[in-house]
């Protein structure tokens, strides 16, 4: 059973091991990928993000599927995620970043609509584990108010964690699923293993600020 690790003593520490840490993307060298990102976020309409595309199926579905939305999709995996900007059309963004990062420093604040954090590495390292209040707060920045994060996890206790993490925030409808399901959704509907959902509102006042 997967119980969360214990708090860590400084989130900060944590964002600069990360891919793509906070440091990283202050070098001159690195600066042309952020500013890629603020060009393809400058057309308006809504921007939805999803981490950890794995083969990218998914993602790649719903941006054929929706041209008037643009999709980011994050990835630690830097061949695929070389394939897959290979594939990606225009509306489309592949990154190999730590979202953790790209969402409390790199994006625009309120610019996302959605963010999509389909089954992440339950681990039991503090350091490498995604969901934790910094990250609830990185959401919060990068999120329009109102917009959307959607969680789903096939390991239970990971799902209640995420659901008292964003306890502050109102339920929603979950959106319509995507034309191509995840590798992991199909593995779980083979094998008959249980999935956990929940959808939330990001609430429309001053959230918290990221950590940093």
């Keep these: ?26 070098q001159p060298a690195h600066r042309a990928k952020v500013d890629a990102l ?12 999803e981490v950890g595309v794995d083969y990218g199926g998914r993602l790649l579905s719903q941006a054929a ?14 061949p695929r995620v070389a394939e897959l900007s ?3 059309p225009a509306n489309c963004l592949v990154w190999a970043a730590d979202a953790r990062v790209l969402l409390a420093r790199v994006l ?12 992440p590495t339950p681990t039991f390292e503090r350091a490498h584990l995604l969901w934790s ?18 969680s789903r996890t096939d390991v239970e206790g990971l799902h209640h964690y995420v659901g008292a993490l964003l306890a502050g925030w109102a ?9 191509v399901p995840s590798r992991r959704e199909r593995v779980c509907a083979r094998e008959g293993l249980p999935v956990f959902t929940l959808c939330r509102r990001r609430p429309m006042g001053a959230l918290e600020p990221a950590v940093g």
């Design 65 to 78: 599927a929706q041209p008037g939305v643009r999709w980011i999709g994050l990835e630690i995996k830097k």
């Design 108 to 119: 625009p604040p309120g610019r996302l609509s959605r963010v999509e954090v389909f089954f």
């Design 1 to 26: 059973m997967w119980i969360p690790p214990p708090p860590a003593p400084d989130d900060e520490a944590a964002l600069r091991g990360t891919l793509g840490g906070a440091r990283l993307f202050e």
């Design 133 to 150: 209040p910094a990250f609830v707060a990185a959401l919060g920045r990068a999120l329009a108010p109102g917009g959307l994060v959607w």
């Design 38 to 49: 603020l060009a393809f976020l400058d057309a308006p309409g809504p921007v939805c993000l």
């Design 171 to 179: 339920p929603a409808e979950s959106p319509p699923e995507a034309p």
């Design 86 to 88: 290979a594939k990606a």
